[in-house]
């Protein structure tokens, strides 16, 4: 089944911007599906298995090159979110279990049929747990490293009001610590929704260093929803300020009609003078790029020496 990119409400497009035929999008955000059994492999075991991914959830237009390479961010804890976030096209509202006990072994044996070097979980928001589902987090690394000793990256929620849940996900020593800046100050709450404070992100990413030196920090930003360039540069120096050492940059494509529209789409050689700039602010590596997303070929920032 094709896949499409999920853009389907029309953007504010600057004057000059190139667009393709249809006038709906950018010529650069157009590019070919791959053909792959690989990928057909990939949804058949992700299927028995029964795991869900961020890939599939979120839309992401990335899917079918990931799953074509036989890889995938694997979503923890469900397939529903507490939080009503304006970009996301994961389904919000009451989740409907505990966490199914077995996932860490699943996503473990997945990992190893698939030859994963480098294994990224992520997960729905879940307010509706005491610890914000960071011991699940822990069992799932933890489970993954015994089961094919590969290097594990966790893109988390942010856990608020859950005090001590960041030191427990630390605590099974993920290669790296993701959480997601998302956007500018100005633009956080509209974003992020009323539960998200752009302080407390900087806060987790500092409070990682603390409970563990080792673990490399990464963050990341979507573009086109309206943030100023100052803004933006504000923000990553806000990063730094914080020790963070990767960072990706990419660009926003609304999912749905409900959820917040494009504003602008940015140019590559926008994205491409974003990263030089942001590696002369000290980021250890940098991904720029219109499609680049935050687990997006992310063994190879996970490999880089700091």
Same mark, same amino acid.
């Given at each position: 089944?094709?896949?499409?990119?999920?853009?389907?409400?029309?953007?504010?497009?600057?004057? &000059?911007?190139?667009?393709? &035929?249809?006038?709906?999008?950018?010529?650069?955000?157009?590019?070919?599906?791959?053909?792959?059994?690989?990928?057909?492999?990939?949804?058949?075991?992700?299927?028995?298995?029964?795991?869900? +991914?961020?890939?599939?959830?979120?839309?992401?237009?990335?899917?079918?090159?990931?799953?074509?390479?036989?890889?995938?961010?694997?979503?923890?804890?469900?397939?529903?979110?507490?939080?009503?976030? &304006?970009?996301?096209?994961?389904?919000?509202?009451? *989740?409907?279990?505990?966490?199914?006990?077995? =996932?860490?072994?699943?996503?473990?044996?997945? $990992?190893?049929?698939?030859?994963?070097?480098?294994?990224?979980?992520?997960?729905?928001?879940?307010?509706?747990?005491? !610890?914000?589902?960071?011991?699940?987090?822990?069992?799932?690394?933890?489970?993954?490293? =015994?089961?094919?000793? $590969?290097?594990?990256?966790?893109?988390?929620?942010?856990?608020?009001?859950?005090? !001590?849940?960041?030191?427990?996900?630390?605590?099974?020593?993920?290669?790296?610590?993701?959480?997601?800046?998302? +956007?500018?100050?100005?633009?956080?709450?509209?974003?992020?929704?009323?539960?998200?404070?752009?302080?407390?992100?900087?806060?987790?990413?500092?409070?990682?260093?603390?409970?563990?030196?080792?673990?490399? +920090?990464?963050?990341?930003?979507?573009?086109?929803?309206? =943030?100023?360039?100052?803004?933006?540069? !504000?923000?990553?120096?806000?990063?730094?300020?914080?020790?963070?050492?990767?960072?990706?940059?990419?660009?926003?494509?609304? *999912?749905?009609?409900?959820?917040?529209?494009?504003?602008?789409?940015?140019?590559?050689?926008?994205?491409?003078?974003?990263?030089?700039?942001?590696?002369?602010?000290?980021?250890?590596?940098?991904?720029?790029?219109?499609?680049?997303?935050?687990?997006?070929?992310?063994?190879?920032? $996970?490999? +880089?020496?700091?």
């Amino acid at each position: 089944m094709a896949f499409r990119l999920p853009v389907v409400a029309d953007p504010e497009i600057p004057a &000059g911007t190139a667009l393709s &035929g249809s006038g709906r999008l950018p010529r650069w955000l157009k590019r070919p599906i791959p053909k792959s059994n690989a990928n057909h492999m990939t949804e058949g075991l992700l299927e028995e298995l029964k795991l869900e +991914t961020v890939c599939d959830n979120a839309k992401c237009p990335n899917r079918m090159e990931c799953y074509s390479q036989q890889t995938a961010t694997f979503m923890i804890l469900g397939n529903v979110c507490t939080r009503p976030c &304006g970009f996301c096209a994961v389904h919000r509202g009451r *989740p409907p279990e505990l966490p199914e006990s077995d =996932e860490p072994d699943r996503v473990a044996e997945a $990992a190893a049929r698939l030859g994963l070097k480098h294994v990224v979980i992520t997960s729905v928001t879940r307010d509706d747990l005491p !610890d914000g589902g960071a011991d699940h987090f822990y069992r799932c690394v933890v489970a993954v490293r =015994e089961r094919c000793g $590969a290097t594990t990256e966790v893109l988390t929620p942010d856990f608020v009001a859950c005090k !001590d849940a960041l030191e427990r996900v630390i605590q099974a020593k993920p290669t790296v610590f993701n959480h997601n800046m998302e +956007t500018v100050p100005r633009l956080y709450r509209r974003v992020r929704g009323p539960k998200s404070d752009y302080r407390w992100t900087l806060g987790m990413m500092r409070k990682v260093k603390e409970y563990d030196a080792d673990v490399k +920090t990464k963050s990341g930003l979507m573009l086109g929803l309206g =943030e100023e360039r100052g803004e933006l540069l !504000d923000a990553l120096a806000d990063l730094r300020e914080y020790d963070v050492d990767f960072l990706t940059l990419g660009q926003y494509l609304q *999912p749905g009609e409900k959820y917040l529209p494009v504003v602008r789409y940015v140019p590559p050689e926008e994205f491409e003078e974003l990263g030089e700039i942001a590696k002369s602010m000290g980021f250890k590596k940098v991904a720029s790029g219109p499609f680049v997303r935050s687990s997006y070929h992310a063994r190879d920032m $996970a490999e +880089t020496d700091v």
